[in-house]
């Protein structure tokens, strides 16, 4: 389906208006002002703002170096290639190279122009900054992606949940129908939100921390373990007293999924099952011990899926750019 999407309507408005304002005030080439708001409208505020810092600079840079070479060796086709030589790799060193169009475009100007004149760098000047300008007027709203973060942390807890749910079912029962899919969708859901945190970091200026980003990383770090429980829960096939202990704190916890911080509740419960653990009878067969090893790895597991949780701060930075 045909869709128009805000950055596209961002970049025509932005293009439209830094035309307008350079014909308006009747500046030489001023098709280049929009040519500038196009490439420097980004995704988000940050990028914007680093590539128009990197597109001024660039062509700033360019203009000294066209008024030495072109003043030197006069407007010819030879000194645009030899003024190429020489500034291009100039900005891969500043590491400045995504500005090279840019500076292409004032650079061209002053090689048709044949002379470098105050007036022209002035004509230079303001279509760099208007094309800037236009372009960082237009980033300032940014559409926000609180919402879906918000959304993708809810659907990330239910999976979470159910896959809690879902283990408790196979230890107590020794058997299930689950086919897991919920861990492969958590895994795409992860890699997902944490690049809509990014982006969401990213449209705040002055923000160093997000809570988002943050709570996502953990969730990470908590699957990974959830994908080493699966060979310990389905290696117990010995149904035990421990087993059924072990269930139903694993489905309390599936019940206890949310962002608030509860894991030290949890790690105290799961102390007290570890004591209880040591007052039972020891292992009458091997196929129990093998059993019961499992579960007590099993154990360490959850907790360390707990310890991860308890370390996560529910503190959210933020400045006033927002």
Known sequence: M???????????????????????LQLDYFASAA???ILCVQKTRRSSLSMSWIRF????????????????LGYHFFSLGVFLLLFIPTMVALRLQVGIVTSAVIILHIYSYG?????????????????????????IYMPSVENDLSNMQNRL???????????????????????????TEAADLLQSAKNTAIQNLDNHILRYEDQYYHYFKMRE?????????????TS????????????????????????KNTAFIFINQLEELRDMFKEMPLPESRQEFEARAAMLQLVQE??????IKRQFKTVKNYSLLR
């Open 236 to 259: 117990i096939d010995l149904q035990l007293k421990q087993g059924e202990m072990i269930s139903d704190f694993i489905e309390r916890l599936s019940v206890g999924v949310n962002p």
């Open 115 to 139: 002379a470098i004149t105050a007036a022209l760098i002035a004509n230079e000047l303001a279509l760099i900054i208007i094309g800037v300008g236009c372009a960082l007027l237009m980033n």
């Open 35 to 37: 040519i500038i708001a």
């Open 2 to 24: 045909f869709r128009i999407g805000y950055r596209t309507i961002k970049t025509a408005l932005g293009a439209s208006l830094a035309i307008a304002i350079a014909q308006f």
């Open 57 to 72: 600079a660039a062509a700033i840079i360019g203009m000294v170096y066209a008024a030495v070479i072109f003043e030197l």
């Open 302 to 307: 959850i907790e360390q899926y707990l310890l």
């Open 221 to 233: 770090k908590q699957l990974d373990i959830i994908e080493r429980m699966m060979p310990l829960i």
């Open 157 to 183: 807890e239910e999976l979470y949940s159910k896959i809690f749910h879902e283990f408790a079912v196979y230890i107590k029962n020794g058997e299930s129908s689950w086919d897991g899919r919920e861990i």
